[in-house]
């Protein structure tokens, strides 16, 4: 018998020799993906030829940035998902894909723009791709690399006339860096909620079944309302964080003050003091620029007193005068006070507080006041401040009402009390990656009285429909986490099998999905949504409403 020339003819030098060989790959290669994750710019590497002509060429690699940009886990990366799933529609794919035919005919280069497709947000950024196809000596195409940045980043780095103002490139620098942040808060608060998750199933269940215990069932439910206002907490980062554009509309200040100070203040030696009148109008605004101004005034009260205290927010009706009152036009409006009790600021730097790159904070670039001033400025409003030395600091904002609004009904603490159980019948296909929320639901879902079969992954959920819908017992409900590691993600999954079942019941699950999505993903075909971290008796009331909304044909 002849041995195989590859083991048994190496000798042990050659053998040493190519493990030493190995590792010096490896090494080189660490450093390659240490250098390219310092990018600011998205780098990904796709494949030469698209292995599938649905999702496209195929990610081999991907930095940091580009994963922060995508929404994606930067630890995970994009890799194994196609360009298509990165763009945001059909247009902006075909658009892509001639940029890649045109790199490979004019020399190696193109450059396009095309919108980049949140995973997380599934909010589209427009952002220009720079193709460049990479040939061997041979000429042979070995892959494509391209680099992704926002358009707005890009264009404003490549224009030689007129040059911008150091105060432009600051505020732009600072934009960038506040969407790559957005996107890490968001991955943040999405794991954060998937650790809640079974926590919060299995104790909302509990609750319910020691009720005969009232000393027991009382101390679960303190526990229960703090898993509660973590949970409200988490929500609001989301919605934060989020980078989708809002219109001017009738806003709740109340509730959203309550909301901001609560997230701004989490954490601080500060207690803030929130309150406001109780016909308080609305207001017109841009929910999420007033939120973003009312973190940055608290959060510089907040700083102004290190040693901890007190601060007062309060929203009041406020009416101008037929006479007018500086830009404010006559009629009436609303005014949110801030008001800190620390070191204050010198008479001589009030002037010069809303101005370009002011700042008396040593790591401060000063963009903070004056990015609040524009948007109130662009609201309509108007920003005022007074300030005493070692007395404190008052901000105050004033934004016009909404007509016919007012007797605002008084704020009452979030319901503490869990959802209350459902039990029913029929088979759950539960489709997500953390394992203890899958469990604890696979074990609230028998307990109910439903057959529930369980995977962590798109591949295994949709072999698994498809073989029982052969079989003739396909699921009732399939609850479909939005955010599977590897291979292909909720939506993607669910698009299979809607497409193998049109008639598939698919309920999305997500930590990351706010009111304002939903509807997105209710005409992408899915039948609900169950926002995590879910409570059992939301998870049994959503399962049983949704097995029973319909039947088949």
Same mark, same amino acid.
């Given at each position: 018998?002849?041995?195989?020339?590859?083991?048994?003819?190496?000798?042990?030098?050659?053998?040493?020799?190519?493990?030493?060989?190995?590792?010096?790959?490896?090494?080189?290669?660490?450093?390659?993906?240490?250098?390219?994750?310092?990018?600011?710019?998205?780098?990904?590497?796709?494949?030469?030829?698209?292995?599938?002509?649905?999702?496209?060429?195929?990610?081999?690699?991907?930095?940091? @940035?580009?994963?922060?940009?995508?929404?994606?886990?930067?630890?995970?990366?994009?890799?194994?998902?196609?360009?298509?799933?990165?763009?945001?529609?059909?247009?902006? @794919?075909?658009?892509?894909?001639?940029?890649?035919?045109? @790199?490979?005919?004019?020399?190696?280069?193109?450059?396009?723009?095309?919108?980049?497709?949140?995973?997380?947000?599934?909010?589209?950024?427009? %952002?220009?791709?720079?193709?460049?196809?990479?040939?061997?000596?041979?000429?042979?195409?070995?892959?494509?690399?391209?680099?992704?940045?926002?358009?707005?980043?890009?264009?404003?780095?490549?224009?030689?006339?007129?040059?911008?103002?150091?105060?432009?490139?600051?505020?732009?620098?600072?934009?960038?860096?506040?969407?790559?942040?957005?996107?890490?808060?968001?991955?943040?608060?999405?794991?954060?909620?998937?650790?809640?998750?079974?926590?919060?199933?299995?104790?909302?269940?509990?609750?319910?079944?020691?009720?005969?215990?009232?000393?027991?069932?009382?101390?679960?439910?303190?526990?229960?309302?703090?898993?509660?206002?973590?949970?409200?907490?988490?929500?609001?980062?989301?919605?934060?964080?989020?980078?989708? #554009?809002?219109?001017?509309?009738?806003?709740?200040?109340?509730?959203?003050?309550?909301?901001?100070?609560?997230?701004?203040?989490?954490?601080?030696?500060?207690?803030?003091?929130?309150?406001?009148?109780?016909?308080?109008?609305?207001?017109?605004?841009? #929910?999420?620029?007033?939120?973003?101004?009312?973190?940055?005034?608290?959060?510089?009260?907040?700083?102004?007193?290190?040693?901890?205290?007190?601060?007062?927010?309060?929203?009041?009706?406020?009416?101008?005068?037929?006479?007018?009152?500086?830009?404010?036009?006559?009629?009436?409006?609303?005014?949110?006070?801030?008001?800190?009790?620390?070191?204050?600021?010198?008479?001589?730097?009030?002037?010069?507080?809303?101005?370009?790159?002011?700042?008396?904070?040593?790591?401060?670039?000063?963009?903070?006041?004056?990015?609040?001033?524009?948007?109130?400025?662009?609201?309509?409003?108007?920003?005022?401040?007074?300030?005493?030395?070692?007395?404190?600091?008052?901000?105050?904002?004033?934004?016009?009402?909404?007509?016919?609004?007012?007797?605002?009904?008084?704020?009452?603490?979030?319901?503490?009390?869990?959802?209350?159980?459902?039990?029913?019948?029929?088979?759950?296909?539960?489709?997500?990656?953390?394992?203890?929320?899958?469990?604890?639901?696979?074990?609230?879902?028998?307990?109910?009285?439903?057959?529930?079969?369980?995977?962590?992954?798109?591949?295994?959920?949709?072999?698994?429909?498809?073989?029982?819908?052969?079989?003739?017992?396909? #699921?009732?409900?399939?609850?479909?986490?939005?955010?599977?590691?590897?291979?292909?993600?909720?939506?993607?999954?669910?698009?299979?099998?809607?497409?193998?079942?049109?008639?598939?019941?698919?309920?999305?699950? %997500?930590?990351?999905?706010?009111?304002?999505?939903?509807?997105?993903?209710?005409?992408?075909?899915?039948?609900?949504?169950?926002?995590? #971290?879910?409570?059992?008796?939301?998870?049994?009331?959503?399962?049983?409403?949704?097995?029973?909304?319909?039947?088949?044909?």
């Amino acid at each position: 018998m002849t041995s195989s020339p590859s083991t048994s003819s190496a000798t042990p030098a050659a053998i040493a020799e190519l493990e030493q060989g190995l590792e010096h790959l490896k090494v080189a290669n660490y450093y390659l993906r240490v250098a390219l994750d310092q990018v600011n710019d998205g780098v990904v590497i796709v494949e030469s030829t698209a292995s599938d002509p649905r999702s496209g060429h195929k990610v081999l690699f991907s930095n940091a @940035a580009a994963a922060m940009m995508a929404g994606a886990d930067p630890e995970a990366g994009l890799r194994g998902l196609g360009l298509n799933d990165l763009v945001a529609g059909d247009s902006d @794919a075909t658009t892509l894909r001639e940029s890649l035919r045109l @790199a490979v005919e004019n020399g190696g280069c193109h450059e396009c723009e095309c919108h980049l497709q949140s995973l997380r947000t599934q909010t589209p950024v427009l %952002s220009k791709w720079r193709v460049r196809a990479v040939f061997n000596s041979l000429r042979k195409l070995l892959n494509f690399t391209i680099l992704i940045s926002p358009s707005q980043v890009a264009a404003s780095s490549t224009k030689s006339e007129p040059k911008p103002a150091a105060d432009d490139l600051d505020a732009q620098s600072v934009q960038l860096r506040k969407e790559n942040l957005a996107a890490l808060a968001q991955g943040i608060a999405h794991d954060v909620n998937n650790l809640l998750g079974p926590v919060t199933m299995r104790l909302s269940a509990l609750i319910q079944q020691v009720q005969e215990h009232p000393a027991l069932a009382q101390e679960l439910q303190l526990v229960f309302a703090g898993l509660k206002r973590a949970k409200q907490f988490t929500s609001q980062v989301v919605t934060a964080s989020k980078a989708s #554009p809002r219109k001017q509309e009738p806003t709740d200040i109340a509730a959203l003050i309550r909301d901001t100070v609560e997230f701004a203040g989490a954490g601080s030696n500060v207690q803030v003091c929130v309150s406001s009148d109780d016909n308080l109008r609305h207001a017109i605004a841009n #929910p999420v620029k007033l939120s973003q101004v009312l973190q940055n005034l608290v959060m510089n009260g907040i700083q102004a007193m290190p040693h901890g205290g007190y601060m007062d927010v309060q929203a009041q009706n406020h009416l101008v005068s037929a006479q007018g009152e500086g830009v404010l036009k006559p009629g009436p409006h609303v005014r949110i006070v801030v008001r800190d009790r620390g070191c204050g600021i010198a008479k001589e730097n009030l002037e010069r507080l809303f101005r370009e790159s002011f700042t008396t904070k040593a790591d401060g670039n000063g963009i903070g006041l004056t990015t609040c001033k524009r948007f109130i400025d662009e609201m309509g409003g108007d920003i005022r401040v007074s300030s005493t030395p070692n007395i404190g600091t008052e901000f105050s904002v004033y934004l016009p009402a909404a007509e016919g609004s007012g007797g605002t009904r008084l704020l009452k603490p979030a319901d503490t009390a869990p959802v209350p159980l459902q039990s029913g019948s029929g088979k759950v296909l539960i489709v997500d990656d953390e394992d203890d929320l899958r469990k604890v639901a696979h074990m609230i879902l028998t307990r109910s009285g439903y057959e529930v079969v369980q995977c962590d992954n798109g591949q295994d959920a949709v072999r698994i429909y498809q073989s029982l819908f052969r079989t003739g017992t396909p #699921p009732d409900v399939v609850l479909m986490d939005l955010t599977l590691r590897g291979g292909m993600n909720g939506t993607e999954t669910a698009s299979e099998i809607l497409q193998f079942d049109p008639d598939a019941r698919i309920v999305c699950t %997500s930590g990351s999905v706010t009111e304002e999505v939903q509807m997105v993903f209710l005409e992408r075909g899915f039948v609900g949504v169950l926002p995590k #971290p879910y409570e059992a008796g939301e998870l049994t009331q959503v399962v049983h409403r949704v097995a029973t909304m319909m039947k088949r044909h």
